[in-house]
């Protein structure tokens, strides 16, 4: 690493300090791309766990797309039953996820010593049901859901872990289907095997099925000598429940393991079985927020500390992607590829003023400059020039999102009319006319 992240990343004997927030210690598993760290707030003494991944590595396997991917879902499913991501950060050779530390281990660990007894599988799989509820309720849809992926806290309540292979609606095809092949063999749903496209919420609910019985029976439903054999039984959904299943438990699997996606049971018929309902009490999720930000560690400062906060407005300005505020705020080092949108505003500046107060600054410029500002829904100012241009009359249009309550960001993106007409406008007159506003314009450390 260069000499700024070095000094984001100071050894300390055996331990190391991350940015100056956070101490890591010994290492708690380890993969392909990232090894995961036991880590502590410096500041709160909180314990965290931080995924260091190498982003060299990353990069080679073109792997890039995923980790945002990954960072967008985890911060959009903030719920009871799943791990939460506090903060993600980078300098040149690594990303950082700052992770809740959940150090009562893998739920694997607990089925590897043999079956469950019916009162404690039933409070893991109603935690697990409720989190994969959350999930499909935002369009996440995990894809791996199995034991090694299920952590368990010091109270024993379950953490759905790993959404490396999650899908978002972005990834259907025009058929409204998901197509990547990817999971686990042993809890793949059979429609995931036969490459025709498959629905992400019932490939997770058959995923379900697969964990509720190795959590009954202590062993897998499908199991043979080879891979096509196991698949064959997968196809046929062809399996036996040991003796010591209920009958009531083996009404519920028998709808969970269902061949055809159409037949199996949906979350809401999970959630009125009579064996599922036995003191069930359905968890309240936390309330969305994004509360991660990106850090540049090839930075002299630091360029976000803060969480994005609510106002008690009945309409609130939306809030802004944090990954996209502080690479595109970056000048030095270049994280666009990875948190930023592709198609990314001709402009953006941090307001030193609240996302409404800024809103009125906007349209009272607009008029000053002989704008027409156009009425809009929501923290955003439509504003068309009088004078009729190359391309016709200048649009801008400004989005106001809200950072924390006395700070805003804006894009400002050009509508129509011609590019050399918007460029002189924001250079000469849009700039100059916002001075007292601007906190910091893209690009620019202040």
């Known amino acids: 690493m260069g000499g700024q992240a070095e000094n984001r990343t100071k050894k300390n004997g055996s331990r190391k300090i991350v940015f100056g927030k956070f101490e890591m210690g010994r290492v708690l598993g380890q993969g392909t791309f990232a090894k995961v760290y036991y880590g502590k707030n410096l500041s709160t003494q909180e314990s965290v766990a931080i995924k260091a991944i190498n982003k060299e590595q990353v990069k080679k396997e073109g792997l890039m797309e995923q980790i ?14 799943v791990v939460e991501l506090k903060e993600v950060m980078a300098t040149k050779a690594k990303i950082f996820f700052v992770m809740e530390y959940v150090k009562g281990g893998e739920l694997f660990a607990k089925v590897a010593k043999g079956k469950l007894k019916e009162d404690s599988a039933r409070k893991y799989f109603q935690q697990l ?26 109270n024993q309540n379950l953490k759905v872990t790993d959404f490396g292979l999650s899908a978002l609606p972005e990834q259907l095809r025009n058929d409204g289907l998901l197509h990547t092949q990817c999971g686990t063999p042993s809890y793949v ?46 196809f046929k959904a062809e399996y036996e429940f040991p003796p010591w299943v209920s009958n009531d438990a083996r009404r519920l699997i028998s709808k969970l393991l269902v061949a055809d996606p159409e037949k199996r049971i949906t979350i809401p018929g999970i959630i009125a079985n009579p064996w599922f309902r036995k003191g069930f009490l359905k968890p309240d999720a936390v309330p969305v927020q994004d509360s991660s930000s990106v850090e540049n560690g090839d930075k002299d400062e630091i360029e976000s500390d803060g969480k994005f906060e609510s106002t008690s407005s009945s309409s609130p300005p939306p809030f802004y992607n944090a990954f996209e505020l502080i690479t595109s705020m970056s000048s030095g080092f270049d994280l666009s590829n990875l948190f930023a949108d592709k198609k990314k ?35 955003k100012v439509k504003m068309q020039g009088k004078v ?28 129509t009319g011609d590019t050399l007409e918007y460029n002189k406008f924001y250079e000469e007159e849009l700039r100059p006319a916002l001075k007292d506003i601007v906190w910091t314009w893209q690009g620019e450390n202040n």
């Open 68 to 81: 945002k991917r990954e960072i967008a879902i985890m911060r959009m499913v903030r719920h009871p039953n």
């Open 345 to 379: 505003p001709a402009s953006i500046f941090t307001s030193k003023c609240s996302a409404s107060a800024t809103l009125v600054r906007l349209e009272s410029m607009a008029n000053k400059l002989n704008f027409k500002v156009f009425a809009t829904k929501g923290f």
């Open 189 to 234: 749903a059979p429609e995931v095997l036969r490459k025709k496209g498959y629905d992400g919420a019932k490939a997770d609910i058959w995923s379900c099925g697969v964990i509720l019985f190795v959590l009954l029976a202590g062993c897998l439903p499908f199991q043979a000598e080879n891979l096509m054999k196991m698949y064959m039984k997968v």
């Open 388 to 415: 009729e241009g190359r391309k016709g009359k200048l649009a801008v249009t400004a989005k106001v999102f809200e950072l924390a309550s006395e700070v805003a960001v804006v894009e400002l993106s050009k509508s």
């Open 129 to 154: 049901i409720s989190s994969v509820e959350f999930c499909h309720s935002r369009r996440v849809y995990h894809r791996d859901l199995k034991p090694e992926n299920l952590l368990l806290d010091e």
